[in-house]
């Protein structure tokens, strides 16, 4: 009430200091009096009104964002022992990162999580991070391939998920951050494993190479499930062209569309047209063609 107070007498005597002056040219001071000071007071309600309604808004962004700072870098000890212990998925990691920064951007999504967020997502391959092939050297063996290894593999692929919640809750990261790393495979399948037993006729359950879940429950999830994919996914094409970039961002989304990994998540047809040319164009930014120097 005294803030209302306060801004309506402020409000007031501006407008009636300059209807003052305007006196000196013959309006009536009292009906001008009288109408200005009902507006200030409106005025100052309204404008205390949307301070009170707005202020614990801005504080628990605030509070959020202070939260969040802790583990906005490269120096956090769990980044740091990721990039000694799995340095494949570190580097795959930020490039997801700048991947999906960009594409919440073009939506208005929260950006500034996407990009921690991202960071972390894959942390959960520290317990076995040689067996993921972008921490794999040329020479090391390749995934025995009879049905027991086949399901095995699977199921090692498929725990990482699992594996990052422990760990991320061992280090206290928040609660959005571990939400994204629950949900950033939905409940898709582990592919490779999954087309390799349909290859051997192997008699496979559904249940035997899908995530747990739960599918992403928002934009920002949603955005670094489909970066993780196409960032993976260009990774293991020797060439990549304008043409296979795009069709590897395409193909990624309409996979996530058909396994319905998008149902809770309240991305709009434009946001999805948005987020796709903006992974095109980063990708596109990334493996731009270069010149071919002639062998010395």
């Not at 001071?29 to 200030?40: E, M, N, R, S």
Request: neutral net charge; glycine residues 4%; charged residues 25%.
């Amino acid at each position: 009430i005294a803030l209302s107070i306060i801004i309506s007498s402020f409000i007031f005597l501006i407008l009636l200091t300059a209807k003052f002056i305007g006196q000196l040219f013959g309006e009536s001071f009292w009906a001008v009096f009288g109408t200005y000071l009902f507006f200030a007071i409106l005025a100052g309600i309204i404008i205390t009104l949307g301070i009170r309604v707005s202020t614990p808004i801005f504080k628990d962004a605030f509070v959020t964002i202070r939260r969040l700072l802790r583990y906005d870098s490269l120096s956090h000890p769990l980044i740091v022992r990721l990039s000694y212990e799995a340095p494949g998925t570190y580097h795959h990691s930020i490039n997801v990162s700048n991947l999906s920064q960009k594409a919440a951007k073009s939506i208005g999504a929260d950006s500034f999580l996407v990009r921690i967020a991202s960071y972390y997502h894959d942390i959960g391959k520290l317990d076995n991070p040689s067996f993921f092939i972008e921490n794999q050297s040329n020479d090391e063996l390749p995934h025995n391939e009879d049905e027991d290894s086949i399901k095995k593999n699977a199921e090692t692929i498929i725990t990482h998920v699992k594996n990052g919640i422990r760990i991320g809750k061992e280090y206290d990261l928040p609660e959005e951050i571990i939400d994204v790393i629950a949900q950033h495979h939905g409940t898709t399948k582990a592919l490779y494993f999954y087309e390799l037993a349909k290859e051997k006729k192997i008699k496979i359950k559904k249940t035997d190479f899908k995530y747990l879940g739960p599918t992403p429950q928002s934009k920002e999830s949603a955005i670094i499930m489909i970066a993780d994919t196409v960032e993976a996914a260009t990774r293991a094409v020797p060439q990549l062209s304008g043409d296979s970039i795009r069709s590897i961002v395409e193909g990624a989304i309409e996979d996530k569309k058909s396994e319905l990994q998008f149902q809770n998540c309240n991305f709009s047809r434009d946001d999805l047209i948005k987020i796709k040319k903006s992974l095109i164009s980063s990708l596109q930014a990334i493996y731009h063609q270069r010149i071919q120097y002639p062998p010395k």
